[in-house]
């Protein structure tokens, strides 16, 4: 299976930045795609960014034009780059992994960590 840290969350004031991480580990050769999603307060999780192999990248609406999605083969790690964030990115990100077992499609998904947009 693959395993998932996620980190990088915390409190900024709008206009901000913020640059999460996502360590992957395990089958780490099974995975053919990765991808950031988020859940705020009583709201359903989302998709915000994603990036599959030959690094091809598709973001929600919301996303486009502040984050960015990029991946290093060499240390295992997803990146979401977030820049000029509202109030409305405060949710808990997850990373999502998906990958092959037994040339079965799954996904594996990090604990999630918390970012918070306010003054």
């Known amino acids: 299976q693959v395993q998932l840290v996620e980190s990088g969350g915390g409190l900024v004031q709008p206009g901000g930045s913020l640059r999460l991480s996502c360590v992957a580990s395990?089958?780490?050769?099974?995975?053919?795609?990765m991808a950031w999603y988020r859940q705020a307060p009583g709201q359903q999780r989302e998709l915000v960014a994603r990036?599959?192999?030959?690094?091809?990248?598709n973001y929600a609406d919301s996303a486009k034009g502040r984050f960015t999605i990029s991946r290093d083969n060499t240390k295992n790690t997803a990146y979401l780059a977030m820049n000029n964030l509202r109030p409305e990115d405060t949710a808990v990100y997850y990373c999502?992994?998906?990958?092959?077992?037994?040339?079965?499609?799954?996904?594996?998904w990090g604990q999630g960590t918390q970012v918070t947009v306010s003054s």
């Open positions: 999502n992994a998906e990958f092959r077992f037994l040339g079965v499609p799954r996904n594996s």
């Open positions: 990036i599959g192999n030959g690094d091809s990248t």
């Open positions: 395990g089958r780490i050769f099974s995975i053919y795609g």
